[in-house]
């Protein structure tokens, strides 16, 4: 059994590119779940739920109560933070050590380095190299395992957010981009210096369960079709 979140605090676009898949790519049943019903739906009855990206903190419990308890979750996009936020997950312990290594890399920049001295009409432009407009990025994978299966040894995917999540030291590093240079598109910068080296889908266990991370979707507006296999491992293993 299949549950898709969907309602107030979800992305309308990440919802419907899941709905879409299920309805129509693959007309697999599946049942939607408002954000208001699920604190008091079982979820215990589904095998996955998946979570379009949006803010879920409400629910945090009733979520990982449920991976305790032997469900899965696929968490997409945005839906990551809050499992980025809880110190029990590994994903937590691979932030929290990177932003450590960050900051130590910024305090070797001495206060009187130029590179502090920018101009205000450039701020918009400054911005800009942060973000990625729909850049496409090789992606290399773990064929070994089961939900990378006939997608060969790369992959690619259209980076479109600017989060960035550092590999797991516990768990599975899925598929993961260990370049800085996109193979289409406009990418910033520092969305190029940040994204070499970062996992684009891992999972790691929750007690009994499982959440799985995606920072992007895999099926983009329903165009980006090899995603239909990653989709499909998932749901399906």
Do not use: C, Q
Not at 58 to 70: F, N, P, S
Not at 98 to 107: I, P
Not at 111 to 133: F, G, V
């Amino acid at each position: 059994e299949i549950a898709l979140i969907g309602g107030e605090g979800v992305s309308s676009g990440g919802f419907g590119e899941l709905w879409f898949f299920l309805e129509r790519e693959i007309k697999y049943p599946f049942t939607i779940i408002a954000m208001d019903d699920l604190s008091s739906t079982d979820l215990g009855e589904y095998d996955i739920v998946l979570l379009p990206s949006g803010s879920y903190t409400r629910h945090k419990e009733k979520l990982l109560e449920y991976a305790r308890g032997g469900g899965r979750l696929a968490a997409f996009g945005s839906a990551i933070n809050m499992f980025a936020s809880e110190e029990s997950t590994n994903l937590y312990k691979a932030v929290e050590a990177r932003k450590k290594e960050k900051k130590k890399e910024e305090e070797e920049i001495s206060s009187d380095d130029s590179t502090h001295l920018k101009k205000y009409e450039n701020r918009r432009r400054e911005r800009l190299t942060e973000r990625s407009a729909g850049s496409i990025y090789r992606v290399a994978l773990d064929y070994t395992h089961p939900y990378a299966f006939g997608l060969g040894n790369e992959w690619f995917m259209m980076r479109t957010s600017g989060r960035h999540y550092p590999f797991l030291a516990s768990g599975s590093n899925i598929a993961y981009i260990l370049e800085n240079d996109p193979v289409a598109g406009f990418a910033g910068n520092d969305f190029r210096e940040d994204v070499k080296n970062t996992m684009v889908m891992a999972s790691e266990r929750i007690g009994r369960g499982e959440v799985i991370y995606l920072i992007d979707s895999p099926f983009y507006r329903a165009y980006w079709k090899s995603g239909r296999v990653l989709l499909g491992n998932i749901l399906f293993r």
